[in-house]
């Protein structure tokens, strides 16, 4: 049930026109996402069973473009795949310059 959720995940991810890793970037280029599951974000239970959870996670997506048209695709993905999100944060960061 966990890999099915975050195929859901991954499957909306890589249609977008950047590369995409899970954990972990290797051979970054200008553009690209990383992103995984952390932890379970929520469950319904009943009957002593658990009968329905939530996975939680994130996408990180690193890019040197101001106003990158990315930022909207990954929500329209998303919202399109019925996956639930939010966004967090918004950074820039000095030393890598992303």
């Given at each position: 049930?966990?890999h099915?959720?975050?195929?859901?995940?991954?499957?909306a991810?890589?249609?977008l026109?950047?590369?995409v890793?899970h954990?972990h970037?290797?051979?970054?280029?200008d553009?690209?996402?990383?992103w995984a599951e952390?932890?379970?974000?929520?469950?319904?239970?009943?009957?002593?069973?658990?009968?329905?959870?939530?996975?939680?996670?994130?996408?990180?997506?690193?890019?040197r473009?101001?106003?990158?048209?990315?930022?909207?695709?990954?929500?329209?993905?998303?919202?399109s795949?019925?996956?639930?999100?939010?966004?967090?944060?918004?950074?820039?960061?000095?030393e890598?310059?992303?």
């Amino acid at each position: 049930m966990v890999h099915e959720l975050t195929e859901r995940v991954r499957l909306a991810l890589v249609s977008l026109p950047v590369d995409v890793f899970h954990y972990h970037a290797f051979k970054k280029k200008d553009r690209y996402i990383v992103w995984a599951e952390q932890a379970e974000g929520g469950s319904v239970e009943a009957d002593d069973r658990k009968q329905e959870f939530s996975i939680s996670g994130y996408i990180d997506f690193f890019t040197r473009e101001e106003n990158d048209p990315v930022v909207d695709m990954v929500s329209e993905r998303l919202k399109s795949a019925g996956i639930a999100f939010s966004l967090n944060s918004v950074q820039y960061e000095e030393e890598t310059r992303y």
